[in-house]
């Protein structure tokens, strides 16, 4: 919805009602967009409206007004009662709720913090992945007088948007992809420029060559990517794990699952309904984790430092995450086979005979190794044995 909503912002010729139109769509959307699904978008949106009322582009009493006040109520009266419903609690705006424990209160710190360049440094190039996109096509639309000012159209906004969301102190990737579109759209533009001129001169004939094979591997980086961000996620391998272990079971099963599982994978879409009789705890509170009764109702707890949950515990099982790549010397062995961890199962042997068959016949031994390493520990209570002590690791 959001990379809809961005196209109606794009420097398009068009008849001016066409223009109007297509910026109340926008703005409709991306407000829907801010309320119910992501409330920084509402920076975002809020930086291309800002801008264009300051170039004379938007008019307030005729655009953004009405489309902002029907997105409003569209978007609440979607979220709300929804929401309320599936989380017993009313009335519950839940991005009003996540703005508020994050941004206001700023707890969002307590997952890490990063520099305040680290969007524009680190993760925007990661993203846009294609370097010539990024460090060619990209300049090409800010610099050229012709294309300069759809490019610079794009980017401003883009670029407040980044500037404001840098102030918080927590920074994800995934915070900041909304700005894709934009970026993708001003790369096509210095690219579109470099292309039409290709029989030109050879400078442009060998931009356009690199253009070319830098996006075919892009796109064999990004579809390697897909299949190593499977192995992202063991902590919801974990506890797909322990819902089968407790397959029919007659009696409440009691579940503590750690912050790192929570990280990875865990959410409530997971969690069985209560009539399933599992029984879910997510509590971090380092005080009551280091209290020993807390521990004697759980049967199962998933944990990333087995040795911190208290009691007598049998470890039945572990889920392997992705721990990095390592570069295979020809005839070095392999640590492990991983093409069976995570998503990919389902391939494992046809990927495992392609891997071999490309070091033997195509890179001659040499090879790209995914590592794993542990993650997350399966434990199972072992009732009858008290509960003093902890779990070996």
């Known amino acids: ?59 307030l009493t005729r655009v953004v007004v009405p489309a902002g006040i029907a997105g409003v109520i569209a978007g609440l009266l979607v979220t709300v009662p929804v929401d309320s419903f599936f989380w017993q609690k009313i009335p519950l705006w839940p991005e009003l709720a996540g703005f508020y424990f994050n941004t206001i209160e700023g707890k969002s ?3 890490g913090t990063s520099p305040w360049w680290t969007y524009f440094g680190n993760a925007l190039p990661r993203l846009l992945m294609n370097p010539v996109a990024a460090q060619v096509c990209i300049p090409l639309a800010v610099a050229l007088k012709p294309t300069r000012k759809a490019g610079l159209d794009i980017l401003i906004p883009i670029s407040i948007f980044v500037g404001v969301y840098s102030i918080l102190p927590h920074k994800e990737w995934r915070f900041v992809i909304y700005t894709l579109p934009g970026l993708t759209a001003m790369a096509a533009i ?13 400078v442009y004939r060998f931009l356009s060559l690199t253009l070319v094979a830098s996006t075919l591997a892009s796109f064999g ?23 089968r272990l407790t397959l029919g079971s007659r009696e409440i099963v009691n579940i503590h699952l750690d912050v790192m599982t929570c990280m990875t994978g865990v959410t409530r879409f ?17 005080q009551k984790l280091l209290y020993p009764p807390f521990w004697e109702k759980f049967d199962y707890a ?25 570069l295979l010397h020809p005839g070095e062995s392999r640590s492990r086979d991983v093409e069976g961890k995570g998503g990919m199962s389902n391939f494992a042997s046809l990927l495992t005979s392609l891997r071999d068959f490309l070091r033997s016949k195509i890179t001659r031994g040499w090879w790209i190794e995914i590592k794993m390493e542990p993650k997350i520990r399966i434990l199972k209570k072992q009732r009858g044995s008290g509960f003093d002590g902890v779990v070996g690791g």
């Open 1 to 59: 919805m959001g990379t809809v909503a961005m196209r109606g912002f794009l420097p398009i010729p068009a008849a001016p009602p066409s223009i109007s139109s297509r910026h109340k769509l926008s703005i409709y959307l991306l407000t829907i967009t801010a309320i119910v699904f992501r409330s920084e978008i509402a920076i975002l949106l809020a930086a291309q409206v800002g801008y264009g009322l300051l170039r004379g582009r938007l008019s």
């Open 109 to 111: 710190s307590d997952w």
């Open 190 to 202: 210095g690219a579109n420029w470099v292309w039409t001129r290709r029989t030109k001169s050879i």
């Open 221 to 243: 980086v990004s579809l390697a990517m897909l299949g190593i961000s499977s192995l992202n996620y063991p902590g919801a391998l974990a506890l797909d794990k322990v819902h």
């Open 270 to 286: 997971m969690q069985m309904p209560p009539q399933s009789l599992l029984r879910y705890d997510k509590t971090d509170d380092e």
């Open 302 to 326: 998933l944990a990333e430092r087995p040795e911190k949950v208290i009691g007598n515990w049998e470890v039945v099982d572990q889920v392997d995450g992705f721990a990095g790549l390592h």
